[in-house]
């Protein structure tokens, strides 16, 4: 079946410009997640969305980072004002539940900001 | 907060020699997930092991989950080319309120010589 989709793969946009990266979970997956991965680093985790619950939004790095689950389903990460410091892979992972659910990771989308 | 901690953070093998990456948390978990990501690829779900002193085994790769809980290692005998990546482990605990937080490793990055 389908995987997690993200759109678009690669994004470079000019400093101060806002960002819109989209993710298509799985279907029948409650939980999405949104991370970032630097270059050669690790997984920063940004937000999850679980069900209809309160997002948790603790990773958000700052407050130009917002995102969105729309019907429970498509999600929408946005950058207002983006700076060359949030350049890097955007991973999008849905899972069946909250827990013991393994993740399942979009292809990302690579952000350039010039 | 809960803390996993990763280790080696890079790792180089001759082909054929055995690798193994270790996986601490500094609380008790509830379960703990391992995930492979290949060169330009995205996180790829392996395998999740929930009872305490939990043994499983795919092919080379052996996982393993401490008796506490607290900690677990991925083996691989006899390394291929083609094991090639970075290992993350990423750890979920119940923070109650039927809340969990899974937290990643920061990951082994393996490269295997020929």
């Known amino acids: 079946g389908a995987g997690v989709s993200q759109s678009p793969s690669n994004k470079v946009t000019e400093k101060g410009k806002d960002v819109e990266l989209r993710c298509d979970p799985i279907?029948?997956?409650?939980?999405l997640y949104w991370y970032r991965q630097s270059l050669g680093q690790g997984l920063e985790f940004l937000i999850y969305?679980?069900?209809?619950?309160?997002?948790?939004k603790s990773g958000l790095p700052s407050d130009r980072f917002s995102a969105e689950r729309t019907g429970g389903s498509v999600s929408t990460l946005t950058i207002q004002r983006t700076q060359q410091e949030d350049s890097a892979v955007y991973l999008c992972a849905s899972s069946l539940s909250r827990s013991n659910s393994p993740l399942h990771f979009g292809n990302g989308t690579r952000l350039t900001v010039t | 907060g809960q803390q996993v901690m990763q280790i080696p953070q890079y790792q180089h093998v001759q082909e054929g020699e055995d690798f193994t990456t270790y996986c601490n948390s500094s609380t008790t978990l509830s379960n703990i997930q391992w995930y492979k990501q290949r060169p330009g690829g995205h996180p790829v779900f392996l395998i999740q092991l929930v009872k305490s002193g939990e043994v499983k085994k795919q092919k080379r790769l052996t996982f393993q989950f401490g008796e506490a809980k607290k900690n677990s290692s991925l083996h691989i005998t006899a390394t291929q080319t083609t094991d090639v990546g970075t290992y993350f482990c990423a750890g979920d605990t119940y923070s109650g309120a039927g809340s969990y937080q899974l937290t990643f490793g920061k990951g082994t990055k393996l490269s295997v010589i020929p």
């Open positions: 279907s029948g997956h409650t939980a």
């Open positions: 969305f679980q069900g209809n619950s309160a997002p948790d």
